[in-house]
């Protein structure tokens, strides 16, 4: 194995001295990426809903030890399940800081009351206030309702 490791590192020290940007799979994933300003790194490329996305897991790529490289193969493994599951990693590693930034509780459907109670006074009618939170009770809550705003 540590003439595979030594094959690799001499591979990727390659690619990084070419300099040309690209993403190089090395299976079930988890590929070699090179950046336009020449930063190398290890990143996760899966879909989820219909989007090609693409997750950095270790940024300093070269050399690489066997050790570290079971272990993001391993770290790849763990997001492929996650995706199978209908589980978006980069949205999850995401999610703290958004969460963050606004309240607990704070959902589309809190956001969208709260904006039809301050807003309804200057409608025209007061009948435009309930026909707005009824066509959203009915089409929109149900599907988004609960969602964080982005």
Not at 4 to 14: A, G, M, P, V, Y
């Amino acid at each position: 194995m540590a003439r595979k490791i030594d094959d690799l590192n001499r591979e990727l020290r390659n690619r990084i001295r070419v300099g040309k940007p690209n993403l190089w799979s090395h299976g079930n994933g988890l590929c070699f990426a090179l950046a336009k300003n020449g930063k190398a790194s290890w990143v996760i490329r899966y879909t989820v809903n219909a989007k090609r996305r693409v997750m950095t897991v270790e940024a300093h790529a070269v050399p690489i030890g066997e050790r570290k490289l079971k272990e993001l193969e391993m770290v790849a493994l763990e997001y492929r399940d996650k995706v199978k599951a209908g589980i978006d990693p980069l949205a999850m590693r995401e999610a703290p800081a958004n969460r963050s930034k606004g309240t607990a509780g704070d959902t589309f459907e809190t956001g969208a009351r709260d904006y039809i109670a301050t807003h309804s006074a200057n409608w025209r009618n007061a009948k435009h206030s309930a026909q707005w939170t009824a066509t959203l009770e009915t089409y929109v809550f149900p599907k988004i309702g609960q969602s964080l705003p982005s």
